[in-house]
């Protein structure tokens, strides 16, 4: 009989037996963790989605610092409430669509950007309106009952006259189609939407902070650690270890996982099989303040 260490998940234990490369693929690759906000966040977007329809929804507009888990919190919203495309209906139904906004506010682009996700055949060339009444149709025949526009400030960058455009946009969607637009970005993207009285009132905002130092991250770190298919427990909640993973990662999720996977795979290939504060020091880490500083000389 195989008895499983307890520090790991079961599914993580399992990798323990496989060659380290695939076990260095499975620390690499990415993992749902749920942690308080997020479940919050999800909490809100679900009682959106099952808000009456109405010509007056409720918006939300997800503010937060890159690289802190806002496109992962949507995803996961839409892994949710997946496509539905069995046989037995007319046409495939899609309760929610998670649009990526290009870096230029580009009206016929956004609406590529729908058609494509639909699987819709479009001319790239053709005009914006037209884009716009053939999205507007798709998305009502697929029964579209939320649309998540990430990187929503990209589209509310610009000039004035560009902003304008797109907060007619936002509207014209969210009236035409009945159901509540989901934005997700930057703090640019919550002062856009200030500058149009009607838009603004039905946007509410929800912050997705930084972490702090307190039990909830400690509560993080050790499901990371459960997850992490390292022989020996790292005990990365010692004060000591949970500091100094803080320090480097400066509360942005991202930048926890990122360390936490290098100083895995590290002590994967060292043979440590576990993380202490020495591997944390010896990985190759600049932390994301200092990183930007550099960027900005
Ligand atoms: N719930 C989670 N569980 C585990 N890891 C997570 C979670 N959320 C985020 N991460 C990690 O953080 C990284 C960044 O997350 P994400 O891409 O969602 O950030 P973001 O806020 O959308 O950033 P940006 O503003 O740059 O688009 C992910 O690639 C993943 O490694
Ligand atoms: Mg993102």
Redesign the pocket.
Same mark, same amino acid.
């Given at each position: 009989m195989r008895v499983e260490p307890s520090h790991l998940r079961p599914e993580s234990a399992e990798y323990l037996e496989r060659p380290n490369a695939e076990r260095i693929r499975y620390i690499q690759s990415?993992?749902?963790?749920?942690?308080p906000r997020?479940k919050e966040i999800l909490g809100k977007l679900e009682e959106l989605l099952n808000y009456p329809k109405s010509h007056r929804m409720p918006n939300l507009l997800i503010v937060? #610092?890159?690289?802190?888990?806002?496109?992962?919190?949507v995803?996961?919203f839409c892994q949710m409430h997946p496509p539905d495309d069995t046989p037995k209906r007319d046409a495939a139904t899609v309760p929610v669509l998670w649009v990526e906004s290009q870096p230029v506010p580009d009206e016929a682009r956004f609406y590529n950007a729908i058609l494509e996700l639909l699987f819709v055949p479009h001319k790239p060339t053709e005009r914006a309106d037209r884009k716009q009444f053939q999205a507007v149709k798709l998305m009502k025949a697929v029964g579209l009952r939320m649309l998540i526009i #990430? &990187?929503i400030h990209n589209l509310l960058a610009g000039s004035m006259a560009k902003q304008r455009i797109f907060l007619n946009v936002i509207k014209y969607l969210g009236n035409t189609l009945e159901i509540p637009i989901v934005g997700?970005?930057?703090r640019e993207a919550f002062r856009a939407i200030q500058t149009d009285p009607q838009l603004s009132n039905r946007f509410e905002q929800t912050v997705?902070g930084r972490w702090t130092n307190n039990e909830d991250f400690l509560r993080l770190l050790a499901t990371?650690e459960r997850l992490l298919p390292l022989r020996n427990a790292s005990n990365l909640v010692e004060n000591a270890l949970a500091d100094t993973v803080y320090a480097m990662s400066e509360g942005?999720?991202? &930048?926890?996982?990122?360390v936490l996977?290098k100083a895995a795979v590290a002590a994967v290939e060292t043979g440590q099989e576990r993380i202490d504060r020495r591997l944390l020091g010896q990985i190759d880490w600049v932390p994301p303040s200092a990183r930007r500083r550099e960027l900005a000389v």
């Amino acid at each position: 009989m195989r008895v499983e260490p307890s520090h790991l998940r079961p599914e993580s234990a399992e990798y323990l037996e496989r060659p380290n490369a695939e076990r260095i693929r499975y620390i690499q690759s990415p993992h749902w963790i749920g942690y308080p906000r997020g479940k919050e966040i999800l909490g809100k977007l679900e009682e959106l989605l099952n808000y009456p329809k109405s010509h007056r929804m409720p918006n939300l507009l997800i503010v937060g #610092d890159t690289n802190n888990g806002k496109s992962m919190l949507v995803q996961r919203f839409c892994q949710m409430h997946p496509p539905d495309d069995t046989p037995k209906r007319d046409a495939a139904t899609v309760p929610v669509l998670w649009v990526e906004s290009q870096p230029v506010p580009d009206e016929a682009r956004f609406y590529n950007a729908i058609l494509e996700l639909l699987f819709v055949p479009h001319k790239p060339t053709e005009r914006a309106d037209r884009k716009q009444f053939q999205a507007v149709k798709l998305m009502k025949a697929v029964g579209l009952r939320m649309l998540i526009i #990430d &990187e929503i400030h990209n589209l509310l960058a610009g000039s004035m006259a560009k902003q304008r455009i797109f907060l007619n946009v936002i509207k014209y969607l969210g009236n035409t189609l009945e159901i509540p637009i989901v934005g997700v970005g930057t703090r640019e993207a919550f002062r856009a939407i200030q500058t149009d009285p009607q838009l603004s009132n039905r946007f509410e905002q929800t912050v997705l902070g930084r972490w702090t130092n307190n039990e909830d991250f400690l509560r993080l770190l050790a499901t990371f650690e459960r997850l992490l298919p390292l022989r020996n427990a790292s005990n990365l909640v010692e004060n000591a270890l949970a500091d100094t993973v803080y320090a480097m990662s400066e509360g942005y999720i991202g &930048e926890i996982s990122k360390v936490l996977v290098k100083a895995a795979v590290a002590a994967v290939e060292t043979g440590q099989e576990r993380i202490d504060r020495r591997l944390l020091g010896q990985i190759d880490w600049v932390p994301p303040s200092a990183r930007r500083r550099e960027l900005a000389v």
